[in-house]
């Protein structure tokens, strides 16, 4: 793949092609599917393929379906229309078989607090059906691998929220699952248990040669992590790529960020004049961000118009485009801007359960 596409874009590129959910190679394929509330379509049409041993992103503002994709292709909620392939099974016709094969991480740390970490994965393998002496391997297993070896005894509501989410982890894989998939993995974490929770899901997806499909509202886990990021706003899948084919897709190779002493109604359209300028965004009262094909002729464009106009720079920056100048370019704004909640999420029924 060259570059990113938009459905009904009438560019070329294979995110959005029904051909390669007939590839032995494709560990889900997503084909035209929509979930309906009533006369409400959370999910409109939406197709994609990931790629078997994939880290995929669904990246997206709260309420533009991501999580609603996820619950469908995990057999929480039933599909309108179209069709979910997991690990070659049909969602809708053998919710069972796709069960067996997937762990999902909710958004909310769903373990329970008064039992030890040990007992947590105890309960959850059980409910897989996992014998007494793999179960008992598979815990050790996991638990070596999310490093809480030494907290096996503890009890859940006395690990730190990095140690919870690690729990949570763990949890999903106690059962050996071929793919995983994660509902913002690292809300409410802070920035260094975010960094080990990403270092550790790389680890793991090349440890186990895991297929991974996330779900996240930040730009730099699905920058860092994420092989192939699929961009999710108001129930459509509006542009897939890797990290680099997005940004390369934006118009402008530079961002300029630039924040003048004092704020002029006149300042976007001077900054949307200056050569090789494509876009210019107003951040705050005299802070904009310009994208433009040039960041250091733009840098000395702007020095040479403040000076002009007795205007003073308060700060100047140049740095290369970013996913959230991709996310302003597909949707019209920034994903910063959006409130984000926490949603309640169902732990998948065990096998065996009717859905």
């Known amino acids: 793949m060259n570059t990113p596409t ?23 394929a997503v084909e035209k599917i929509v979930k309906r509330y009533g006369t409400f379509e959370a999910v409109k049409g939406v197709s994609f393929s990931v790629a078997d041993g994939e880290i995929f992103g669904l ?4 309420g533009a379906g991501k999580s609603t994709l996820i619950r469908m292709m995990t057999t ?36 329970d607090p008064d039992l030890t970490v040990e007992e947590n994965l105890s309960i959850y393998a ?21 490093d809480l070896t030494k907290w096996r005894t503890a009890q859940t509501k006395t690990l730190s929220g990095g140690m919870r989410r690690r729990l949570e982890i763990a949890r999903g894989l106690v059962h050996n699952p071929q793919m995983f998939f994660l509902d913002e993995p690292t809300t409410g974490l802070d920035p260094v248990s975010r960094i080990a929770v990403w270092e550790m899901l790389d680890n793991l997806r090349k440890t ?19 092989d192939r990021i699929a961009i999710v706003d108001y129930g459509n899948l509006v542009a897939l790529g890797t990290p680099a084919e997005l940004k390369r897709s934006v118009p402008g190779a530079n961002v300029v960020e630039v924040h003048f002493d004092r704020e002029t109604p006149q300042w976007q359209a001077r900054l ?3 050569d090789g300028v494509t876009s210019v965004q107003a951040e705050s009262a005299g ?5 433009t094909s040039s960041g250091s002729r733009t840098t000395m464009q702007l020095v040479e118009l403040a000076s002009s106009l007795g205007e003073t720079l308060t700060s100047l920056s140049v740095q290369n485009t970013s996913l959230d100048d991709v996310f302003v ?22 096998p065996g359960a009717q859905p």
Request: glycine letters at 6%; proline letters at 9%.
């Open 59 to 62: 990246l997206g503002p709260n």
């Open 272 to 274: 949307e004049s200056l």
């Open 126 to 146: 059980k409910l897989y059906s996992v014998p007494k002496a793999e179960r008992l391997k598979n815990i050790a297993d996991v638990l070596e691998a999310v």
């Open 208 to 226: 186990r040669h895991l297929t991974m499909l996330l779900t996240t509202h930040y730009m730099e886990e699905a920058d860092k992590l994420c």
């Open 329 to 350: 370019h597909y949707t019209g704004r920034q994903l910063r801007d959006e409130q984000v909640k926490p949603a309640a999420y169902t732990l998948p029924p065990r």
């Open 6 to 28: 938009q459905p009904d874009s009438g560019r070329p590129g294979p995110a959005i092609n029904g051909n390669r959910a007939q590839s032995p190679h494709t560990a889900i």
């Open 76 to 111: 929480l909620v039933p599909i309108t229309s179209g069709k979910a392939i997991v690990s070659g099974y049909d969602v809708a016709k053998d919710p069972d078989a796709v069960r067996r094969v997937i762990g999902v991480i909710p958004q909310a740390l769903t373990s």
């Open 287 to 291: 802070f904009y961000r310009v994208l």
